[in-house]
């Protein structure tokens, strides 16, 4: 017999649920308990860099609005920086990069205000394109579901992004790019998340 | 730069598979193409840091924290408490751990939750912590009650602990179930039973802890979390591959 590792195995994930709200936004289900509730505020009040707004559905395979999801959030800021100890650099005060987000209980719509992100460093060379991390879960996900998401706007960096890069089929690549409009207000950008179908978002193994 | 590397790789038959058709939700909600396998990047190291400043001393004790004055809930008085490890049996401090439940009759305080057991006045169902230097964490509340739910006619939920964890970096958050030592309901639920793997079930199932509950008062459970651990780079600093 050879010696053993001492590794431990993780922790097996179970679904979120159709009650998450009550755990991690119970303010935003209408549920007063705590003092603070975390993730409503993204990026803070001293941000630099553009107010964006993004919107968009979770939609089934059924075609169908999810309306128990819940969306975490994770991003660097204007400079590219995340607020962590590796996080590559300083960010502002109150700057978190972190949020969360559930949808509306009726139409399925989830939407939140954030600043656009710069590019971040790649593994060892290169940069990033501008992204968000996003982890879905809810009801009927087993295990949350990791994606990101990309600007319109930024088509020079996304193609060079090496994440995007990766995606073997070129056409799957646009399910991860957001959509921006104009309007009154900040510039909005528009992400529906497919769970399944011909064009089913890419969800990552990270 | 950081003598870390990434997190291992994710052993997915530890995990329930995204489409499990025992639970019904699963089919229309599970992606059909492969998830693409992605080395961790900054993104995916990196991960929201919490403090002391965003919680509250008393937001762990589900006894307490939506009472009335003088009042507690209903039901089994317990301690939950555990560990946060990595998989490299390292302990994780100063995470955030999450979690919410149904009342000692079975039901959540939720406006889509119709169950005939009644709401507790004096019970939210929700608490949070931050673990301490040692990766401990506890919580007090009651024992949840077992539920019907809609999938087959006559399928219920075992006693549970909705439990949601984060660890250092964005690609260890964890959002699992802890059940409870002893529950018959276990091995015929089918959200338990999407998982493939015996031994993750057991994981997943709180032992009965005497000696660390209160005589007279409160009685124990011990959960031990485990997230997955980060590899070491003994030799350079530099991520291998590109």
């Not at chain 1, 990026?43 to 968009?56: D, L, S, T």
């Not at chain 2, 690609?171 to 018959?184: H, V």
Request: hydrophobic share 35%; net charge negative.
């Amino acid at each position: 017999m050879s010696q053993r590792l001492n590794d431990l195995r993780e922790t097996a994930s179970q679904t979120a649920g159709p009650y998450v709200h009550i755990g991690l936004a119970p303010g935003a289900a209408g549920f007063d308990i705590y003092k603070r509730e975390l993730g409503r505020d993204i990026a803070g009040p001293n941000a630099r860099g553009e107010r964006i707004r993004i919107e968009g559905r979770v939609i089934d395979g059924m075609g169908a609005p999810i309306k128990d999801v819940l969306i975490e959030v994770w991003q660097a800021n204007a400079d590219g920086h995340h607020a962590h100890p590796e996080g590559g650099g300083p960010v502002e005060e109150g700057f978190r990069g972190w949020g969360r987000v559930i949808t509306d209980f009726d139409t399925g719509e989830w939407g939140f205000e954030t600043v656009k992100p710069g590019r971040t460093r790649g593994r060892n060379v290169g940069v990033q394109a501008p992204h968000l991390n996003l982890w879905i879960v809810a009801r009927g996900i087993n295990v949350g579901l990791n994606t990101r998401m990309y600007f319109s706007d930024e088509a020079e960096a996304n193609a060079a992004d090496p994440v995007l890069n990766l995606i073997e089929w070129e056409h799957r690549r646009a399910t991860l790019v957001a959509t921006r409009s104009e309007g009154a207000g900040p510039a909005v950008y528009r992400f529906d998340i497919k769970l399944q179908g011909e064009d089913e978002t890419v969800f990552f193994d990270v | 730069m950081t003598p870390q590397g990434e997190f291992y790789q994710r052993d997915r038959s530890l995990h329930p598979p995204a489409l499990t058709p025992d639970y019904k939700t699963s089919v229309a909600r599970s992606p059909r193409y492969a998830l693409i396998s992605l080395q961790c990047s900054v993104s995916e190291i990196t991960g929201p840091v919490f403090g002391h400043g965003d919680i509250d001393a008393g937001d762990n004790d589900l006894l307490t924290n939506f009472a009335q004055p003088g009042e507690s809930p209903i039901g089994e008085r317990i301690l939950l408490h555990g560990r946060v490890l990595d998989e490299n049996a390292r302990p994780v401090p100063n995470t955030l751990v999450e979690l919410w439940q149904a009342n000692a009759g079975g039901r959540y305080r939720h406006k889509k939750d119709t169950y005939l057991a009644p709401i507790d006045p004096n019970f939210g169902g929700c608490g949070r912590t931050l673990t301490d230097e040692n990766g401990c964490y506890v919580f007090r509340t009651v024992k949840p009650g077992a539920y019907p739910w809609r999938n087959m006619v006559n399928n219920w939920r075992p006693a549970h602990v909705h439990v949601s964890v984060f660890g250092s970096g964005f690609a260890q958050r964890l959002i699992t179930q802890c059940y409870f030592e002893g529950d018959p309901l276990i091995p015929i639920c089918p959200i338990v039973q999407s998982i493939p793997d015996q031994g993750a079930i057991e994981r997943l199932t709180a032992r009965l802890d005497m000696n660390a509950s209160i005589p007279l008062d409160t009685i124990a459970y011990r959960f031990d979390i485990v997230l997955r651990g980060r590899r070491s780079t003994l030799f350079e600093n530099r991520l291998e591959g590109n």
